[in-house]
Each structure stands twice: as C-alpha cells, then as structure tokens.
C-alpha cells in the first residue's frame, strides 16, 4: 500500500474530521487517542459497487481520492461494498460484502475500518483482466443487478441514499452494444447514442440508482491521450447513456493518469482523423478527398455552420491554391448526409454543406466556374440504420461528409 493509501486507512483509526467530500475526504490534524472516529461527510449509499477497469489503455486498476469518502461512508455504514472488474466480459471480483465494524469500542471500531479499506483495496489493486476488449455498458447492467440483489439480502434503512456504482474507467469501450472505437466518436451526438441504444433494447435498468463517472476520457498507452473535445464528448455520451438508463449521474472529472496494467489481453484504441488536403501539383485525384464530420472541414449538426471556419480554410488552403495556378483545373465538390430526416431535407443540407465548402475555395483563390456542388443526400457509405430500423450514431457520424474530387484540363 502507498503512503497515500496508509493516511486514508488511518483516517478513521485517527478519528480525523473528514472535509472536502466532493474532492474527496482530506485529513486534518490527529486527535486523541480516545476520540471516536470522524463520521463521513458524504451521504451513506445504500449499496456501493465499485467497478474498475483493468483492461489496456488506461491506468492501472486503484481507487482514486474522490470516491474515498464514498467508501468510508459504506464501511461505517454496514453497507454492502462489491467490487467489478472491467473487460471484455464484466465480472465479480468481491461479491457483495458488509465488513464487520464494531460500534461501542472506539479502538477497536478503528482497527475495523482499517481492515475493511485494506481488503477493499486488495481486491481492487489484484484485479486483472481475463478477456479482451472493455465493455463499461455490461458493467453497468451487472452494477445494477448486483446492487439490488444486495439490497435483498441488506435492506437499505429508511432515509438512506440511493444505492451507488462508482464506474472508474476511460469510457472507451470497444465490446458489446457501445463500440466507441469506431470511426465517428469526434462528432457523435450523445442523444443520439442513447435513443440508439434504448431503441435497440441494450440500456442497463439503473432506475434509482446514482452512478458516478470518474475518470471517464483519461487514458493511458498505449492509447494516445484524448484532446479536451473529445474527453468532453465521451462524459457527456455516457451521462447521456445512464440518464436514459434512469440513473441519476455525478461526473468526477479530476485526471487519471500512470501507466496501465501488465496484461496480455488486448483493447483496441481509439485513433484521431487527420485528413490533410494535396499541397503539390496532380493531374487528378484517383479518388475523392472525404472530409468526414471528424475532420477540420466539419459543421454544426443540422446546419451550414462551421465548426471552426479558420481550420477549414487552412485545410482547404492547398485544393484551392492548386485551382489557382491553372483555371483548366477542376473540382467536383459532393455533400453526403446520414440518413437523419427526409430524403428532401438531406438533399438541401448536402448541397448547402458542399457549397459552403465551395465559397472557401473561392475565398481562398479559385474561380466559381472551376468548382462543381453537388448535394448527394445519404449515400450509405457505411449504412447507418440497424435492422430495427434505429440511426447507427457512430455509422451516421461517418456518412456526414464532403468530397473534392480534382481533375485538370
């Protein structure tokens, strides 16, 4: 055990007043001997699940300091601890547990908590992948399932809080109903997702239950660390997913980091677009140029705008510059939808986006009579409805997207 782990098992032991239990619980100055043991700020969960990840690409499996007086509450609470490791294939690591601490001996009601956090520590420290892949949704529906039989066997007494999972991961699952190492996690709408995944029958029932998210978008190698956008995207798509779950969510945004745990099992990551128009000279593009949703010639959902006009001016810098040097040279410039909305609409929103795309173009030296729009409307390049009919939110990311096809003369 680190030293940081000795202070908070010492915590009760040294009778410390716990403060700061949104950051975690921080000690104080001793006290004597004799004084009873600081009671958790934090409110008591019913239940408490801890599940944690253990696959690849993020830190090695360790309760971070802001779910520390989260669990001392349930310690001192005689409330059921277990604990899930997460992989491929979710699992039990600790079933459900009330650890025994004795209430009428300060001494010893110390030397009981201290047991309690060490065995939960163990238990989590220990846990190691057996399956590839990470699945955080499966954990989730096990965490549900494994807090309501607890409250089966432990019933919760009157004014408790809700029943608590503390998922600690990255969020990057790349198994199960929720594949987000997919093309398209830059620009996927997180409703989406879940309109996706309710629709499809695969959202854990997490009614009644408070799930907190720690950690969710920090990661280790050998995934490459994700940009502040995107770390965004990834909270707000899972509390997104666990609010249509029914679960009331808390995000714990402070950073993980340190290397990731020695294990033979694989996971896949999560890689960034680049897409980086011609410089030099051609006399044709054998194929088009896609700018997907993810690249830096994007736009708002449902609309003409920019997501950052100036990025894509600077990517386009090197099309509309080789259109300058030669007015023989062309460009056919294709907007594609996802199959969101009627066919009408997608029609019109392709054609605005390409032509959006054209004025730059213009903007930055080529001639209105090189450059040919097109609005190509859903062209299901992947397609993006399922088989009962639900949007694909990762496949209709990728559908949106413009096409410059160059020829010279």
Known sequence: ???????????????????????????????????????????????????????????KPDVPESLRCDIEAAVQGHRPIAVIAIDGSPRLVLPPTVFPVTTNNDAARSDDV??????????????????DGSDVLAALSLGGDVARTALVTWQAPAGSAPARIAVIDSGLSDSGPLVLTRPGLETVVPQEVSTFLDR??????????????VGFGYTAAPQEPLPQDLRTTVVSLWTSVTERSGASVRVLSAPRSGVGPDTRFTTRVVSFETTVAPLGRTKRSAQPIVFTDGSSVSFLPDSTTFRDESAAGRTLTGIGTWLREDPRRRAEVVGTTSSAGTEAGRQHLSAARASAVAKLLVKIGARPDQLTIRGAGYVAEPPDRTTNGALDPLAA??????????TSG
């Open 1 to 59: 055990m680190n030293s940081g782990g000795r202070r908070w098992a010492m915590h009760a032991a040294l009778g410390i007043m716990a403060i700061l239990c949104a950051a975690g619980c921080a000690p104080g100055a001793d006290r004597a001997a004799s004084s009873p043991p600081a009671e958790p700020s934090c409110s008591t969960p019913a239940a408490l699940v801890l599940a944690i990840a253990v696959h690849r690409n993020v830190p």
């Open 200 to 213: 499809s029958n695969a959202l854990p029932d997490l009614h009644g239950i408070d799930v907190l998210l």
């Open 114 to 131: 201290q047991h309690a956090v060490a065995r939960l520590l163990q238990s989590v420290r220990t846990a190691a992948a057996q399956t």
């Open 397 to 406: 990311a990728a559908n949106r997207t413009v096409r410059i096809t160059l």
